[in-house]
């Protein structure tokens, strides 16, 4: 692992996962405050404030408006990487967030809170433009895919625990300061901007679209540090010609397959299951989970940040952890850790009228989702994504897969205030269930991918 190769993995990571998990945590600490400005603005445009229920609605729309974003960035990712390669998708999409903190930036100045909701989508096309599109230049064969396969969700995790510090009413958590706190985006971006253009494009697009093997061969030499890269541009001439000669299956070919319908049928489960496991709802509103629990309104901030800092030490386990126990454990273990937490979290909250200190059970509970989630769940899914599949099935079972990922997003964070109203403490079991299943099903079907090829993996399945 070279100081190159690992700086320009920080660097896409830093302004693409980690401002994804910031965009996740970021509209939770100031929910309140932008609720008061939507009443307001309210107001003063048809002389009456909002009732309750349309603005729930409204709050919940600008939460959860960003997967909707996701989606559509995920769904133009190839084209972009296709025409300006990895750096130039990257650099484009890197302009479209200092486009949306100026929007939501300037929100309240204008009174706009279309401004805010606008900002909120395009940070949203952003995240998925980068999630999918832009993977680090390995060779293959490598024995670092799965530690840096991990690495994203590592910064995911840096990202909602900035936006859980920033959060605190020391910092960026006072009503004044709320278009500040959403409009911080610019800074990653701009920052993964100006550093950029010091590192060359994906040795793989210069060499397999472009047919640049001098270009290819010179950003081998910085990425891997050595003089000797003609196996590495061998193996990736090969690659050229395999995929000149090979079909790529579009994704109504791909859902009817019936060659690979366990292993497309696996990825829906997990990519649903990893945003319907109820980490979204914990994300964008923890600190309403946490007064619903009880803990006092003036150490909810803090508490919500112990949260942060512990899943940024369960994603480096994780991390460190895949190669040596393995991608099938992980997710197994997250899942079930998640699901028996969610359970932790109804019975906590029908108890603690009567046992005060079942609040603290709550926290845990949600440390314990947070935790489960980030040592293999946030993760694995992508990874086992590229396991599964050969070449010309890959990107039409990203995009499903990516697609699925999105909707569950916006579903859950659009109707979780709803369903909290009306279950009240019994929504966390609707999340107990789907973990468990999701959990039983990588147990029963999915085999572990580590170490194993394409085709050892469909004599597993078949």
């Known amino acids: 692992l070279t100081f190159s190769l690992l700086s320009v993995t920080l660097l896409v990571s830093f302004g693409s996962s980690m401002l994804y998990g ?23 445009r048809y002389g009456h404030g909002l009732a309750s229920g349309p603005l729930t609605l409204l709050y919940a729309l600008t939460v959860s408006i960003f997967a909707l974003g996701g989606l559509l960035g995920s769904l133009l990712v190839g084209v972009l990487v296709e025409r300006y390669g990895r750096n130039g998708a990257l650099s484009r999409s890197a302009l479209l967030v200092l486009l949306a903190g100026g929007f939501m930036g300037f929100s309240r100045e204008l009174g706009s809170p279309e401004m805010v909701i606008i900002g909120r989508s395009i940070t949203g096309l952003h995240s998925g433009e980068c999630f999918l599109g832009c993977a680090q230049p390995l060779p293959h064969g490598t024995n670092l895919r799965g530690f840096l396969g991990l690495m994203p969700s590592i910064f995911i995790c840096l990202g909602v625990f900035s936006a859980q510090v920033l959060g605190l009413p020391e910092l960026l958590g006072k009503d004044r300061f709320w278009p500040l706190f959403l409009s911080v985006v610019v800074v990653p971006a701009s920052l993964q901007l100006l550093l950029l253009h010091c590192f060359p494009e994906s040795p793989r697009y210069l060499l397999i679209e472009r047919n640049d093997v001098c270009g290819a061969t010179k950003a081998l030499h910085r990425f891997l540090g050595t003089a000797d890269v003609q196996d590495v541009i061998k ?15 579009s994704i109504w070919r791909l859902l009817r397959d019936r060659a690979v319908r366990w292993q497309m049928l696996s990825v829906m489960v997990v990519n649903a299951g990893m945003q319907l496991s109820g980490i979204d709802a914990i994300w964008f509103y923890t600190n309403t989970i946490f007064e619903n629990a009880g803990i006092p309104v003036s150490q909810i901030p803090y508490t919500t940040m112990g949260t942060g800092a512990i899943e940024v030490v369960a994603g480096l386990i994780g991390c460190f952890t895949i190669e040596r126990v393995g991608r099938r454990p992980l997710i197994i273990i997250g899942f079930c850790a998640m699901g028996i937490c969610s359970a932790g979290i109804t019975i906590s909250l029908l108890l603690q009228a009567a046992l005060p200190w079942m609040r603290y059970i709550s926290v845990a509970c949600v440390v314990g989702i947070i935790a489960g989630f980030c040592m293999g769940p946030a993760g694995v899914p992508f990874l086992m994504t590229a396991e599964l599949f050969m070449q010309s099935h890959r990107p039409a079972a990203y995009i499903v897969g990516g697609s699925l990922n999105w909707l569950c997003n916006f579903t859950v964070g659009f109707i979780f205030p709803f369903l909290q109203m009306s279950a009240g403490a019994f929504c966390y079991l609707v999340f107990c269930g789907v973990c468990l299943l999701v959990a039983l099903y990588v147990y029963l079907v999915i085999p572990e991918t580590k170490n194993k090829t394409f085709m050892e993996i469909s004599h597993i399945f078949a």
């Open 22 to 44: 910031y965009n996740l945590a970021v509209v939770n600490s100031p929910a309140e405050h932008i609720k008061a400005f939507y009443n307001i603005t309210w107001s003063q």
């Open 235 to 249: 193996e990736m001439k090969e690659e050229q010609r395999s995929l000149s000669s090979m079909e790529m299956v």
